[in-house]
């Protein structure tokens, strides 16, 4: 990166100042055509206005063409005099466009480019009052001369341009790079690189991103620790129970009530496997192609006339109110949404108490409510529950097949269908959550 940026800052450089010399070249040389031309013209009126012009070409200055060639023919081209050759051996000028114009309207003038010498003759010519014409002529290096001749300095201002370009480009890579490098050596704490204003939200979003990777990475390994630990029980259980039917030391009657044992703590280790892999599975996928228009009132409705047994067997009356209400999510979401507050309001709750369900349109957002009249949740503990294996009684929650992941698994589904939860609860009287979609 640094090579590429290096040779195109130095490439352009060079462009830029080649294009500028050339440009000021042509410029500069367009110029002094034009003051050859302007001259020139001073100089044909000179000796149009001069009152003897035969004397006038007689004089030294002339003769010798130290200063400017001229030559005078008469109305018909017939060349009278000629300061740079012989008049009476030149041809005919009556073709000459510049002695053609200067007939016409009095004063012609014309740029000749010579091939073979390296210059240009630039002619001027005025009709005179006898109707002959006057022209006088200068000779300059053509532009490609000019330029061969500023070539070589040319050259050596191009190359002292381009090492003081390739000084800069370097000091601006070096300026720019070196503090990104220096963060990415030390992309855990990029705290002292602020070398400059643009870096500051780049510095801003790695140190986040840093601090959000340590964050997960303590997350993640509470949560391994957590479930080694939730394992650790009912596998020791189920260990210990099938070891003493090995070793033979459980009689008949024990065989079955351990067997039972062993049944039960199985269950909870896959009820526990189950939690946690829907917990990594919506923790990870961010696939919302099964996301249709579901049903909420119906699969509420399912829900609580599957959880009937359930409830009838913690002496609860389980109901449900509401109609049908269509929300765009995935029914297994809802399924495990509804399921999971019901369960728990179920378990929670106190002999002869109520659960009601309820599924309602508001200003055209879906609401479900699960409201019990159970043991409620005290004012400290109503941040934490929705934690991963946070339980306000460990006890109650392991007896009643709880696996403290529930209202994980709640709070995921919640915001994965950027819907919104509430809790009210009190300790003692009962609690209702309610979750409001399309908001
Ligand atoms: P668990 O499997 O232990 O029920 P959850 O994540 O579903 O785990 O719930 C976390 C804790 O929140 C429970 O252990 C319980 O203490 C409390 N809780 C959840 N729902 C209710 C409720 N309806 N009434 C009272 N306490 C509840």
């Given at each position: 990166m640094k090579r590429r940026i290096y040779i195109q800052m130095t490439a352009i450089a060079a462009i830029a100042s080649l294009a500028t010399m050339l440009l000021v070249a042509f410029v500069c040389y367009e110029l002094f055509c034009g003051q050859i031309l302007d001259d020139l013209r001073t100089d044909a009126y000179l000796l149009k206005e001069a009152d003897n012009l035969e004397n006038i070409f007689k004089s030294d200055e002339i003769v010798s063409g130290r200063l400017l060639r001229v030559t005078w023919v008469d109305g018909r081209g017939?060349?009278?005099?000629?300061n740079y050759a012989d008049a009476a051996g030149m041809n005919n000028h009556s073709g000459r466009p510049e002695i053609v114009q200067a007939l016409e309207e009095g004063e012609g003038e014309a740029v000749r480019r010579s091939h073979t010498v390296q210059k240009n003759s630039f002619y001027y010519a005025v009709r005179l009052e006898d109707g002959s014409v006057v022209r006088v002529a200068k000779e300059a290096d053509s532009i490609w001369s000019v330029f061969a001749g500023i070539f070589p300095a040319m050259l050596a201002i191009l190359a002292s341009l381009l090492i003081l370009c390739m000084v800069i480009a370097r000091f601006l890579i070096k300026s720019l790079l070196a503090p990104i490098e220096r963060i990415a050596q030390n992309a855990e704490d990029?705290?002292?690189?602020?070398?400059?204003?643009?870096l500051v939200p780049f510095v801003a979003t790695i140190r986040k991103q840093h601090e959000d990777i340590l964050r997960n990475a303590g997350i993640r390994q509470e949560f391994t620790a957590n479930v080694s630990h939730e394992l650790k029980t009912p596998l020791t259980v189920i260990s210990g129970y099938s070891e003493l039917i090995e070793n033979g030391m459980a009689s008949g009657k024990d065989i079955v009530r351990f067997a039972g044992e062993i049944h039960r703590n199985s269950n909870r280790l896959l009820t526990l496997i189950d939690d946690v892999i829907r917990l990594s599975e919506l923790d990870t996928s961010e696939r919302e192609e099964e996301f249709g228009m579901v049903d909420l009132g119906e699969i509420a409705e399912t829900c609580v006339n599957m959880l009937q047994v359930h409830a009838e067997k913690h002496g609860v009356d389980l109901r449900f109110e509401g109609e049908g209400c269509f929300v765009y999510s995935e029914k297994r979401m809802m399924e495990e949404l509804v399921y999971n507050l019901c369960d728990n309001a179920i378990r929670y709750n106190r002999e002869g108490g109520k659960v009601r369900v309820a599924v309602r349109s508001e200003k055209g957002r879906a609401i479900l409510c699960v409201e019990d009249t159970g043991i409620g949740i005290g004012k400290e503990h109503q941040e934490r529950?929705?934690?991963?294996?946070?339980?306000?009684d460990k006890s109650r929650s392991k007896s009643t097949?709880?696996?403290?992941?529930g209202l994980a698994i709640v709070k995921h589904i919640v915001a994965k269908n950027r819907a919104v939860l509430a809790l009210e609860s009190e300790q003692g009287k009962g609690t209702r959550i309610t979750v409001t979609f399309g908001v």
């Open positions: 017939a060349v009278i005099f000629e990029p705290v002292e690189e602020e070398a400059y204003e643009e529950i929705f934690e991963r294996f946070y339980r306000v097949g709880g696996t403290g992941l």
